[in-house]
Nanobody
Framework: QVQLVESGGGLVQAGGSLRLSCAASGLTFSSYAMGWFRQAPGKEREFVAAISGNGGSTYYRESVKGRFTISRDNAKNTVYLQMNTLKPEDTAVYYC???????????????????WGKGTLVTVSS
């Protein structure tokens, strides 16, 4: 049974930092591209960042470029999202996702995603 478990969310002041983790089990981790998505209250889920299976390629939505960094440790079956210079508009539930095809993540094809985590809440106060 595949599980993706996010952790690291919480309350932080604007300008602060958080590091999210997503621990995967039940799958051949390095065979999957991984992505982070977020959903703010009353808004649609949106793509945040993605990383290829070997970690060699990374992608970001424009609004987080230079502030967020996605990385992965295939030995630990874990993907991370380092979030710096957080803004109130970053407040959302953050979800990790796994898919064999990186394109599915980059296209934000939510219904085609192989696996989703349950999310972790990030709240940024002004």
């Amino acid at each position: 049974q595949v599980q993706l478990v996010e952790s690291g969310g919480g309350l932080v002041q604007a300008g602060g930092s958080l590091r999210l983790s997503c621990a995967a089990s039940g799958l051949t981790f390095s065979s999957y591209a991984m992505g982070w998505f977020r959903q703010a209250p009353g808004k649609e889920r949106e793509f945040v960042a993605a990383i290829s299976g070997n970690g060699g390629s990374t992608y970001y939505r424009e609004s987080v470029k230079g502030r967020f960094t996605i990385s992965r440790d295939n030995a630990k079956n874990t993907v991370y999202l380092q979030m710096n210079t957080l803004k109130p508009e970053d407040t959302a539930v953050y979800y990790c996702a796994a898919n064999r095809a990186l394109a599915t993540i980059l296209r934000a094809n939510y219904y085609g995603m192989d696996y989703w985590g349950k999310g972790t809440l990030v709240t940024v106060s002004s």
